[in-house]
């Protein structure tokens, strides 16, 4: 775990120094792990090398266009109608709370609860408007969006390309286990994602289901007019371990009480239910421990990707622990630094147990003396 947590320390390090150079190339890098095994199985195909990369990234980048491109125009749509309609939302949050105030007013309760609920209100209506600005500035930032993505493609393709000469090159540094060690950590990091993948879908896509039909009937107005937008999210803050479901709810659960202090109750009690079925069936049936990473170390990998990159870098945090994992693994069984219960059986074998106590022999028998007999005489 310490050696775990001092690499993160070098690569926070090197974050602050390189910037945007090292998240790019550390991109790069993750893509080419994941699609590496896919240009292996065509190749086992006897397909050229050549044609297997191209082949896979095109498939690679169909399957990311193609989802982009049928969901970034929905949800920044619905992003522009959130920013737009936010001060009527606020409008109506402040009537609920004149209605409490005065409450309390009429029951001669001398509690200010306006005051404190019009700052709370215009404190999460300037955060609701900034993150609103926040994402449509990523939307439309396509030019810098599309310079990235040229360098991590033609990186990742130099990386597929010169697999086996990398492989080649660790096999002569660190010996004929370093070929067993890329295709282990390929193996973990292809595991851990698809698996994430596929969580964060059917988090993703139980929110937004849920609720579209709280939209539909009327507990939830608004929860049908932004279900893409709320599923989107919760889909992406499923990535990010431990607090990624509590700030998936948080946006649903803010608009809604605007509505109501009612409203936001029932969409609270929506994502419990799906948190609990996330943490009792989804994730012990399709995750397990595919990561193995301890939860401080986990932590403290999320601390440093936000403060490096901001969103990009916690995403990227996880997948960047995984190859730390596997490295420090193999460094560690090269260096014979095996755990302390790895050779406790060898030990416990080393000390001679002592041997039980042999049995007493029975004495000899001793036959009946004979009687002479003297001849021509029998015995009586």
């Known amino acids: 775990m310490l050696i775990g947590a001092a690499l993160v320390v070098v690569g926070w390090i090197l974050g602050q120094t390189l910037g945007h150079v090292i998240f790019v ?38 399957v990311v266009g193609g989802a982009v491109f049928l969901l970034i125009n929905p949800i920044r749509t619905q992003i522009e109608e ?56 990523y939307s439309l930032d396509v030019l810098g969006i599309l310079v990235t993505l040229v360098i991590i493609i033609v990186a990742c393709v130099y990386m597929l390309l010169d697999a086996p000469r990398i492989a080649r090159f660790a096999q002569r540094i660190g010996g004929p286990e370093a070929g067993a060690f890329l ?46 937008l709320f599923a989107a999210w919760v889909f992406v803050m499923e990535f990010i371990p431990y607090i990624g479901p509590i700030l998936g709810a948080v946006p649903p659960v803010v ?20 948190h609990q079925l996330e943490g009792h069936v989804v994730v012990p049936q399709i995750m397990g421990d595919a990561v193995g990473v301890h939860p401080l170390v986990v932590i403290f990998g999320l601390l440093v990707g936000e ?27 090269r260096a014979g630094l095996a755990r302390w219960e790895a050779r406790e059986p060898a030990l416990a074998t080393a000390v001679p147990e002592p041997r039980p106590a042999e049995a007493p022999r029975p004495a000899p028998r001793e036959d009946p003396p004979r009687v002479m007999e003297a001849p021509g005489v029998r015995p009586e």
């Open 25 to 62: 190339f550390t991109l790069a890098v993750v893509v080419a792990l994941l699609l590496n095994p896919l240009v292996r199985g065509l190749r086992r195909l006897h397909i050229p090398r050549g044609l297997a990369v191209l082949v896979v990234f095109l498939s690679f980048l169909s």
């Open 255 to 274: 608009l809604a009480l605007f509505t109501s202090p009612l409203t936001a109750l029932w969409v609270i009690i929506a994502f419990i239910a799906i």
């Open 82 to 137: 959130v920013q737009n309609n936010l001060p009527l939302y606020t409008d109506q949050a402040q009537r609920q709370v004149q209605n409490l105030q005065g409450f309390f007013d009429r029951h001669g309760i001398n509690v200010n609860v306006q005051e404190r609920a019009d700052g709370a209100i215009q404190a999460i209506r300037d955060w609701v408007s900034d993150l609103a600005d926040n994402a449509l500035t």
């Open 183 to 228: 295709r282990r950590t390929e193996r973990t990091l292809t595991s851990y994602v698809k698996a994430q993948l596929l969580v964060s879908l059917i988090i993703g896509v139980s929110a937004g289901v849920v609720l579209w039909i709280y939209g539909v009937t009327g507990i939830f107005v608004q929860g049908a007019s932004y279900a893409a």
């Open 307 to 333: 403060q490096l990159y901001g969103l990009p870098g916690i995403l990227l945090a996880i997948p960047v622990l995984v190859i730390v994992k596997e490295t420090v693994g193999f460094v560690m069984d």
